[in-house]
Every structure is written in structure tokens, then in C-alpha cells.
């Protein structure tokens, strides 16, 4: 019972005044609103198919599979998209990459994303290690029928293709295969993910991504970009 | 007793107990990290990962430690020992260790097999730094094109343990695998010309801490933390092997090796690791069949069930000893319980008969040197009876008829005309009766097969039971040794089939759904020698059925 007391808040209803209770000032803010509209010239409709919406930059749409510079799919089949998708709409078949890709060990024999079934969340590019998914803004989507919004792989690098100019869509990032703390060749001084103690042996040394002890600064090294 | 102090926690150890401070920790509920270090295996020191402070306390009351930390799997604990693993010595080892252990280590969990069980992972995030202070190129080494039919070796990923180097010394004995180069050009490798195709070698993917040695047969399959488990044991033979049965969605998708010192201890072979493909053969019986003339005349089990009851019955009242029951090495006790309780009760004087077991020549037992000769103490033995629960059946059996009537007994018995109803129980994906020995019973009246592959007595069928494989049904394999162990259900059954124990509880009519426990505590108050099925540990590691015959499978 006490904890029960404790979570609940008792909320006490505001006193009602005389002109409140006649209920005429509401009428007359609502009365006043009705005629600023009847008088204003301003439109507020969108003639929709003939004019198109101005969608805000981070619209999600229909998604696309991206390419790498070698126009391979980037996608490494890692599934953490399939994992973090919250309607189960993505179904990826993974295998070993072909012998003529050294830097891959793996990558998506099938890649199925089923439009419908999705909810547009957002998630799968969140997740991507190596940003291969992202949302278009691409927003009408029509089919005839279910399986012509399955999308497989080829239709998702479809997409790609034909978004990559538009300057709505840009490839956001230029990650490498399996995200920025994959790349060697440019490897940042790393800061630490994790908190470490001031007391932390590694703390006090002055050796470049290491924090300055007690400030929790990066000493940036300069590669990160 | 003796006692050992964990952070100021003090653990009592058996007397006569060898342990080493990893093993006493774990009894106080401490975790200390180690790689290298596996129970079956030799102690070699090498990860480093275990370092604890290691101290004595005196008679006199007064501790003293160590002055260096010390790895915890090779420091045995005698009664005094004090171990300290939560000091800001030992993190600070353990931070140092793990970056040390990370420094050539490609960040490529992602598309890591191993990712989501990889004890790498798990100690960074537990144990770690969570940073790198690596300026220079990691040096990444080229992934070996073949070391083995069943396994792939990703060399970059690998930590240096030698755990999978030590089992193939130790516990197979075939000694393929070697550590070649010295110092950060270290590499795990064969000897030319001598892959890893030894019966056991699946092992060493299980006993790989990282990603380095993966299995070919599930590479890229599943990500693991969609499986899901249920403990079981292997089908393959009667050592019994305790396992792990890992499915998604109805479909199976690998068989691990669950430690259990009554069973195999940690290991199992690769017969029965890659053995469970039948499971999903696409010659699976879905449907149960009333057949008259080779034509099926019903398709759902109301009918089949209540027809193949009348049949039994029928052939029951046509006079005493009509009827044979032949149940397979592959039915769980509690089947094996309910079809003969049913037969028995229809016709007393029925024959109750034990199928074929199908057995090899000789107990296969490891480790073997390289001349093939089996090298003293035994570690791992493949048996050469290949079916999981004669012993469960043969009980079941002995207490209704003393003696188990022979599967050729029973052909015999059948060709001469003897029988007008038999229930023949199938169960071994590699067959478990000849064609010869199908024509038996063509003359038959009722043949009332339940089985989940096609088999040659298929064609004289009267009732078809389209029953589960051991993944699909729950129940208690009883080893060559006498120790019961419960399998369970890990997914469902293809189409219209049905796990054993269900058809069974069906056919005798019994009211409502099956239950083990109501079945098994049934079993344990009328057969003497299975009354240790009630007890409670059978859901863990298993009980031995005769208490006081030594633990025969204990190995490893």
C-alpha cells in the first residue's frame, strides 16, 4: 500500500470561475479563429499530384541498398538491420564472399525487404555498421500486387541508382566496409567508449587518445575528420 | 573441510577436490575470465587473463600474499589459500591483457560468426578498457583456405589459446593442428597434407573463445542470438552425449555439446554433431494414413487412431497372442512405457519385442596416436551400439515379460502367420528393418507402422503414424551405462505429423494432453530398476538408474 501511495500523485480539479462556467469566452476564442479564416486570402491546401510536398530532409521513405566505390554492394550481411527491425520485415541469406572481394568474408546472397510490412521507423539505418541501408525519400509507393513490394536486393540497388544524385538523397556517409574503427589504414586516436578513472594508469600517460586525466578531453591526433 | 577465501568470501571445498582458483571461485559465484583454460584440457598459462592475487592465510590468523599476480588456472587452492580477483591490480591486469589480446584482432564483429557468444567480446565489455592505444597497422593474416572438411580457420581473428592445438593432442590424439612463427606472427595451422578430419574435430570450434575457428556446416547460417536452446541428448548412440539443441523458428540449425561429467564430459562427436539432418529431410512422413489395398482411405488422425485401436482389438479377441508390439531402441521410456502398457492391457499374452540395433563393430575410443591405437586413459568413446535407449526399452519390456523377445523372433514368428495385428515402431533414420525383412509381414492383417522416413515394410502398412524425430518429442534416453537423461521438445512437428508420446497418449486413450511427469512417476512405481525417474535431477545432468554400479560413462 505504501509504495502504491508513493507512485500516484493526487491532482486537485482547478476551481471553475462564474465566466467560465458560461462557457462564452471559449465560444468567443473559438468564434475568432473561424473568422481569420474566412477572411484570410492565404491557401492552405496542397494540390497534391500536380504539386509535389516539400518533404523535411530527414523524410523516410522507400529504402535503398548502397554500392561502394567498386559499385559492389556494400551491404556485409551482418543482419543487425534484421535484428533491430521492429515489424521483422527484413530477410537476409548470407554467404561467403566471392573469392575476387580479399576484403570481404562475407556478404548477402538474398537481400528481401518487404515494404508492406515495414513501418518506416528507421531503425535498420541505425543500426547498419556500414550505412549500406538508408531511407529515401522516395514516398509513393504503389504496387499491384504483394510480391511487387518484396523488395529484393536488386530492386533495393535500383533504387540506389536512382537516387544517387538527387540531392534530397545524398549518400550520407563514406564509412568503410565495417565502420570507421575497421579502416587501419587511417585509424583515429580513439578516445575512450568507456569511462575510465583518473587514477587509471593509462590516464596519466601522455600518449596521443588517451584522455587528459581529469578533464575527459581527446587529445585528437588529427586523423579523425 | 577446507576453506578458501574469494574476495573475503569464504568457500568450502571438498577435501578430496583438486581445484585451481578458477574452479573455487566459481563456487563462491565469482567469475574469473580465462581463455586458455578449459577443464578438459592440460593447463598451459598463456592467455594470461586469469591473473588473480594469490595469498596465505596463517594459522596465526595473518594473510600474506603474493607479491606479483599469479594466472589463476594454474595456482591450485589448498585449505588458507586467499584469492583476491576484484582488486585494482587484478583490472588493471585485465584491461592491460585484454588490449594486449585485441591489438591484432580485427573489429569485425559484425560479420563474425561467433559474435554475440565470443568470449572476446564478452570480457571486453565485462573486463575491458574499451579503447585501443594502437597507433601503427594492425597486422591482419590471411585466412587458411582449407584445414578441414568441417571447419574453416579465420587466422586474424584468432587470440593464440591453443585450446583447439591441445585438443587435438589430448582428447583426439591425432595432433593436426600447431602453433607455427613465434611472437605477433604466431598462426594456428596443419602439417601439410594432414587436415583436421578426425571424428571429434567439430570440438574445437566449440572450444575456440573467439571467432577464429568456425564450422563450415553453420557459417553465416544464423546469427546466434536468434537460437534458441533446449538441453537434449544425441540420438547417435549409446554413449549419450548431453547436448544443446539450437533452432529458429522451427527449423534446427546446430547441436552442441552440453558439459555433463555423468554423460561425455564437454565434448561430442562429429557423427552425432552433423547428424541431425534427417530431421529436415524432405522424405519426412507429415500425414498419418489409414491405407485398405495400398490406397489411403483417411488422412487425419481421429480416424486413423480410432481404426487402428478397433484393428488391435479386433486381433485381440480373435484368441490370446495375436498381436506383437515391436518398439524400437529409439523410443523414449515413457513411449516405450505406453505402447506396451496398451498392448498388454488389450491382449495379456501379446509379444513385446526390441527392433534392430544397429551397431558397428567395435567401441570407438579416443584419443588414438597417430598409428590409430587407442592411448590410455580413455577420454571420448563413440559406442558401437548407434541407437540412444536400448537399455530404457529393454526395462520397460523386462517388466512386463521378463525376458525381451528377439526382433528375428519376431520375423520369425510373423512369416509363419502367427500374427493378425503387429505395431511396428521405426526410429532409425538409417533404416531399421531390410526389405527381406519387411516381406515378413505381408501376410499380416494389420500392420500398423509409426515411423518418420519411408521404409521398406512401408508398402504392406495398413495405419501409418507419421511421428518426431528426437528433437520434436520429449522423454528419457537411457545410456549404455544406466543413466537416464531427459530430452526435450526443441520445435514442432513437419505438417501433419506428431511427436510420439502424443500419438501414443492418443491411441490409449488417455484423457487430455500428454504429461511427462504424470507418466514417468507411473513408470518409477511399477518397474523397479526405472524407479529413479521421480527424481528431480533427471531434468539436469541425469540420474543413474542403478545407484550403486559405478558411473560407466563418466570419460573425460
Known amino acids: 500500500m505504501a509504495k502504491r501511495e508513493k507512485s500516484v500523485m493526487y491532482v486537485e480539479e482547478p476551481e471553475i470561475g462564474f465566466w467560465e462556467a458560461t462557457f462564452v469566452p471559449a465560444i468567443v476564442e473559438g468564434l475568432r479563429t473561424t473568422m481569420k479564416h474566412l477572411v484570410s486570402r492565404e491557401t492552405v491546401t496542397e494540390q497534391y499530384p500536380e504539386q509535389k510536398p516539400d518533404l523535411p530532409l530527414h523524410y523516410r521513405g522507400v529504402h535503398r541498398l548502397n554500392r561502394d566505390e567498386k559499385d559492389r554492394v556494400k551491404c556485409v550481411a551482418c543482419m543487425l538491420c534484421a535484428t533491430a527491425c521492429p515489424a521483422h520485415c527484413i530477410t537476409i541469406e548470407a554467404a561467403p564472399a566471392p573469392k575476387d572481394w580479399p576484403d570481404r568474408d562475407k556478404f548477402p546472397q538474398t537481400f528481401e525487404l518487404d515494404e508492406l510490412r515495414c513501418i518506416y521507423c528507421g531503425m535498420c539505418e541505425e543500426a547498419c555498421p556500414v550505412d549500406a541501408i538508408e531511407l529515401t525519400h522516395i514516398y509513393d509507393l504503389t504496387g499491384q500486387t504483394r510480391d511487387e513490394l518484396l523488395y529484393t536486393k536488386d530492386k533495393l540497388l535500383n533504387v540506389f541508382d536512382k537516387t544517387r544524385d538527387n540531392p534530397r538523397d545524398p549518400v550520407r556517409t563514406g564509412r568503410g566496409v565495417l565502420g570507421p574503427a575497421s579502416e587501419f589504414q587511417a585509424l583515429p586516436t580513439l578516445g575512450p567508449a568507456t569511462q575510465v578513472a583518473t587514477s587509471d594508469r593509462s590516464a596519466k600517460i601522455g600518449t596521443a587518445g588517451v584522455i587528459e586525466s581529469g578533464t575527459g578531453n581527446v587529445t585528437d591526433g588529427g586523423a579523425r575528420s | 573441510m577446507p576453506t578458501v577465501l574469494v574476495n573475503n568470501q569464504p568457500v568450502e571445498i571438498g577435501s578430496d577436490e583438486r581445484l585451481n582458483c578458477i574452479q573455487a571461485a566459481a563456487k563462491a559465484g565469482v567469475e574469473i575470465p580465462a581463455y586458455c583454460w578449459h577443464p578438459s584440457l592440460s593447463v598451459v598459462a598463456s592467455c594470461r587473463m586469469c591473473l588473480v592475487e594469490v595469498g596465505d592465510k596463517k594459522p596465526d590468523g595473518t594473510v600474506q600474499m603474493q607479491p606479483k599476480l599469479v594466472p589463476g588456472c594454474q595456482t591450485p587452492v589448498k585449505d588458507g589459500t586467499v584469492i583476491i580477483s576484484d582488486s585494482q591490480k587484478v583490472q588493471e591486469a585485465r584491461k592491460a591483457t585484454l588490449e594486449y ?456
Request: contains cysteine; proline residues 5%; glycine residues 8%.
Open chain 2, 101 to 556: 589480446l585485441l591489438l591484432n584482432h580485427p573489429l569485425d564483429c559484425p560479420t563474425c560468426d561467433q559474435a554475440g557468444e565470443c568470449y572476446l567480446q564478452d570480457y571486453s565489455f565485462r573486463y575491458g578498457r574499451g579503447y585501443s592505444r594502437l597507433q601503427e597497422e594492425k597486422n591482419i593474416k590471411p585466412d587458411k583456405d582449407y584445414i578441414g572438411d568441417q571447419i574453416t580457420l579465420f587466422t586474424d581473428r584468432c587470440i593464440m589459446c591453443t585450446r583447439c592445438v591441445r585438443f587435438t593432442r589430448e582428447i583426439s590424439g591425432s595432433a593436426e593442428l600447431h602453433v607455427v612463427s613465434r611472437g605477433s606472427h604466431e598462426e594456428i595451422d596443419i602439417f601439410p597434407g594432414h587436415p583436421v578430419n578426425n571424428k571429434l574435430a567439430g570440438n574445437v570450434v566449440d572450444i575456440c573463445p573467439v571467432g577464429a575457428l568456425c564450422s563450415k556446416d553453420f557459417l553465416y547460417q544464423q546469427r546466434v542470438w536468434w537460437l534458441k536452446s533446449a538441453d537434449s541428448v544425441c540420438p547417435g548412440c549409446s554413449t549419450g552425449c548431453s547436448i544443446k539443441v539450437d533452432q529458429n523458428e522451427d527449423q534446427v540449425f546446430r547441436l552442441q555439446p552440453r558439459p555433463n561429467p555423468l554423460a561425455q564430459g564437454h565434448f561430442m562427436c562429429d557423427e552425432g554433431r552433423f547428424g541431425w539432418k534427417y530431421v529436415h529431410s524432405e522424405n519426412r512422413l507429415t500425414t498419418p494414413e489409414h491405407r485398405s489395398n495400398g490406397q489411403a482411405i483417411a488422412r487425419d488422425w481421429d480416424t486413423v487412431l480410432t481404426s487402428a485401436r478397433a484393428a488391435l482389438r479386433k486381433a485381440a479377441q480373435s484368441g490370446p497372442g495375436r498381436i506383437a508390439a515391436v518398439l524400437s531402441p529409439w523410443m523414449t521410456v515413457e513411449e516405450a512405457w505406453l505402447l506396451a502398457s496398451f498392448v498388454k492391457a488389450i491382449d495379456p499374452k501379446a509379444t513385446l519385442s526390441i527392433g534392430n540395433t544397429r551397431t558397428t563393430a567395435l567401441d570407438d575410443h579416443y584419443p588414438k596416436d597417430v598409428k590409430g591405437r587407442v592411448v590410455e586413459p580413455v577420454k571420448f568413446t563413440i559406442r558401437a551400439e548407434k541407437a540412444p535407449n536400448r537399455r530404457g526399452v529393454e526395462s520397460v519390456i523386462q517388466h512386463f515379460d521378463g525376458d525381451v523377445t528377439p526382433f528375428d523372433e519376431t520375423l520369425r514368428l510373423a512369416t509363419e502367420g502367427r500374427f493378425k495385428a503387429v505395431y511396428l515402431v521405426g526410429g532409425d533414420p538409417e533404416g531399421w528393418i531390410s526389405d527381406l525383412q519387411a516381406e515378413a509381414f505381408s501376410a499380416t492383417d494389420t500392420v500398423i507402422i509409426q515411423d518418420f522416413l519411408p521404409s521398406p515394410v512401408l508398402k504392406h502398412a495398413t495405419h501409418v503414424l507419421a511421428s518426431g524425430t528426437f528433437v520434436e518429442r520429449e522423454g528419457v534416453f537411457v545410456n549404455h551405462g544406466g543413466l537416464a537423461q531427459l530430452i526435450r521438445k526443441s520445435i514442432r512437428t513437419p505438417n501433419d505429423s506428431r511427436p510420439d508420446q502424443r500419438i501414443l497418449w492418443d491411441l490409449s486413450e488417455r484423457r487430455g494432453l500428454y504429461h511427462g511427469e504424470t507418466v514417468r512417476s507411473e513408470i518409477a512405481m511399477a518397474v523397479d530398476s526405472l524407479r529413479e525417474l521421480t527424481n528431480p535431477l533427471l531434468a539436469e545432468n541425469g540420474v543413474m538408474l542403478n545407484r550403486s554400479a559405478e558411473p560407466a560413462g563418466v570419460t573425460a
